[in-house]
């Protein structure tokens, strides 16, 4: 159970947002929706540890993840900034990412990955040559290669295709229907089964 | 542990590696200052070589000042500086090995062009050795305490100032122990002690800079 108590963020002299609480059980999606520069982002960067709030705390099975490293372990989070280095190649970023997350090499998995996310033609071409929508899909590729079980997904959708949406959608019930966890912001509605889904709107 | 450490260390070489002409700047820059230096000042042989161990260590000071403000920089516009704090592996690892990438981008060319400066600046040939050994030491210890000014300055932008005013001082040591230990062994003098205290500050420098670096990162990630 994800819990947040009494956030506050605060941003330059702006507060986003105050006194937001809400909690998450494993197997639901919190869907985390508001305008632009309504502190989405923030929200999320704080549930991941990257940053603290102003006041109060966010918990994890009871125990605040500020005080706990190994919390962040158990994260998989795609962001704005995708975490995709231009200048590697589709395999290359993989590969990397692979074994940061402590996994062995396992080129064979790598390009099975590739293919799924229908980037086997391109896997060795270097990032900066492909186009937003393709970048996008080598970052949520992680979270098929990293298997954790909280997903902290920032703006997902942004740039992917009709296609590639569908087929992602049925990646989050998946991980939903094993039990994962999953906090999503997006402007786009998320098709997924309605009773594992939360919504929050901040404003 | 050390697979996940040489992991970093590939990519950030292959990243530079794919940047082929900014791979060059740091070997360009040790050749422009060393070659200007007879031209500029005086091309007298006695002249040059008691200027020249000041000059070689103020180029190398120099040089890691300006290249070590890019060591975080794309990773943290990129994203993947959080992606680091997200692995199970220490933190302090992964950026270690980030900071051992910087140092065979311009430290390691500068073992290289070490020998065709201490020419140009009428180093005599015996006292090669102790420069040479002076720049092993002394460079990596530049790498890692630059990376923590530019880990604290990462997140305000044109930092480039700041990361000068706040490691300068802890890189004086490093240029007085060094020069001083070239201009004892031109002299003929024993420079077994400026060398012990450089391989002392890069001892503590391995231990303390990598904590220093990722707890700055966390700070200006906040």
Redesign the interface.
């Given at each position: 159970m994800l819990k947040a108590h009494g956030l506050k963020c605060v941003r330059g002299d702006t507060e986003l947002f105050s006194n937001l609480e809400f909690s998450v059980k494993s197997g639901e999606a919190l869907v985390v929706k508001g305008d632009n520069g309504s502190g989405k982002t923030s929200l999320l960067r704080i549930l991941c540890g990257f940053s603290h709030p102003v006041e109060g705390d966010v918990t994890w099975c009871d125990e605040s993840i500020f005080r706990h490293d190994s919390f962040r372990q158990q994260i998989s989070y795609v962001g704005h900034q995708s975490g995709v280095k231009m200048d590697l190649t589709v395999l290359e970023n993989l590969s990397f990412m692979q074994r940061l997350a402590g996994e062995g090499s396992d080129a064979s998995k790598l390009k099975e990955l590739a293919r799924y996310v229908g980037l086997f033609k391109q896997r060795n071409v270097l990032t900066r040559k492909l186009s937003a929508g393709q970048v996008r899909r080598v970052a949520l590729a992680k979270l098929l290669l990293e298997q954790r079980s909280i997903w902290v997904l920032d703006e997902p959708l942004t740039a992917l295709d009709k296609e590639f949406i569908v087929k992602f959608e049925l990646d989050l019930k998946n991980h939903l229907d094993k039990l994962g966890l999953l906090v999503v912001t997006t402007h786009r509605e998320l098709k997924l089964p309605e009773f594992r889904v939360k919504q929050i709107t901040l404003s | 542990m050390l697979?996940?450490l040489l992991?970093v260390i590939h990519?950030d070489l292959?990243?530079a590696f794919?940047?082929r002409a900014e791979l060059m700047n740091p070997v360009l820059f040790y050749a422009i200052v060393v070659t200007l230096f007879p031209l500029g000042v005086s091309p007298d042989v006695s002249f040059l070589s008691k200027l020249a161990p000041g000059v070689v260590w103020v180029t190398a000071l120099l040089a890691a000042l300006i290249s070590v403000e890019r060591i975080f920089k794309q990773d943290f516009?990129?994203?993947?500086i959080?992606?680091?704090?997200?692995?199970?592996?220490p933190v302090s690892l992964?950026i270690f090995g980030k900071v051992v990438a910087h140092w065979i981008i311009t430290g390691v060319p500068m073992l290289g062009i070490v020998p065709i400066m201490a020419m140009l600046l009428h180093i005599p040939g015996q006292v090669l050795p102790v420069l040479w050994i002076s720049v092993l030491i002394g460079t990596p210890i530049l790498s890692l305490v630059g990376a923590i000014g530019a880990a604290l300055t990462v997140g305000l932008g044109g930092g480039g100032m700041l990361i000068g005013l706040l490691v300068l001082p802890l890189y004086i040591p490093v240029l007085i122990f060094a020069s001083s230990a070239v201009s004892a062994a031109m002299d003929g003098q024993a420079v077994s002690g400026q060398l012990a205290m450089l391989g002392a500050g890069l001892i503590l420098a391995l231990i303390l800079a990598p904590l220093a670096i990722s707890a700055s990162l966390k700070v200006s990630?906040?």
């Open positions: - | 697979n996940v992991t990519r292959l990243v794919r940047r516009e990129d994203g993947s959080e992606q680091l704090f997200l692995s199970p592996y992964l990630m906040d």
